[in-house]
């Protein structure tokens, strides 16, 4: 089977969402900050075991759903499993709260942040001070703690999965969506390279804002990924009604 442009689109934007994580724009750009020219096989070895490391956990994760996709969407049509995933929608809802900046600053005891540790490692390495293993430990540090938030790489291995696509066409779909991950920090590399200075301020200026919003982008990702879970969830189960007829029992 052919991928459609339909699904071709949508895994390019959710791509291109991935591409402006942590471990995919925020890091490398520190990596590009760290000296005044970039250490170019460095960057080229980071963001390849971020890419490695994404696209073997996708081609397991895609395999594992494959192998078992009767018995999944079985699973799927039962009453129990909408129930699951009305109380996972909901679940995701309120974690966005608990991933809400503003509360996280709130109780914050002054000690340096995890963006503080993560930036000083990078610089480390962007200037020479880090072996080849902790960049790798970087990168591979990077993507694991964001698989805990890979909602919009889920999202796009599911497409995958049920696309009616071969393995090869797996694979070849799941391996175009992590170049396109990483493709702006390539670009940002490249202008590094043939204009470092003048490229320096546009940098700063996006790791300034991403440092800051990083963590409010994921809140407001996670918020509404749990609502659209909860909405088709509540819509199979037949609306507000079965949640007030829910209720009555209850009572």
Known sequence: MIMTLWLAGSLAVLALIDSTS?????????????????????????????????????????????????????ALATQAASVVQLLLGVGLFLLSFALDPNRRAKRADGEPGKIARWRQRAMGDASGGGSIPALMG???????????SMLPYLGAIGLITTSGLDLAG?????????????????????????????VEPLLQKINGWLTKNAAGATSWIVAIVGFLIARDALWRLGGIEWVVDQIGRIT
């Open 138 to 148: 970087l990168a591979l540090g990077a993507a694991a703690i964001e698989a805990a």
């Open 170 to 198: 797996r694979g070849l779909s799941i391996a175009g969506y992590c170049v396109i991950m990483i493709l702006p920090a390539l670009v940002f590399l490249v202008l590094r390279l043939v204009a470092h200075r003048k």
């Open 22 to 74: 942590f471990g995919t724009l925020l890091i490398p750009i520190w990596l590009l900050l760290g000296s005044e020219r970039p250490r170019v096989g460095r960057m080229l070895i980071y963001l390849g075991t971020v890419t490695g490391f994404y696209f073997a956990l996708g081609m397991i994760i895609s395999f594992g759903a494959y192998a078992f996709m009767d018995q999944i969407q079985a």
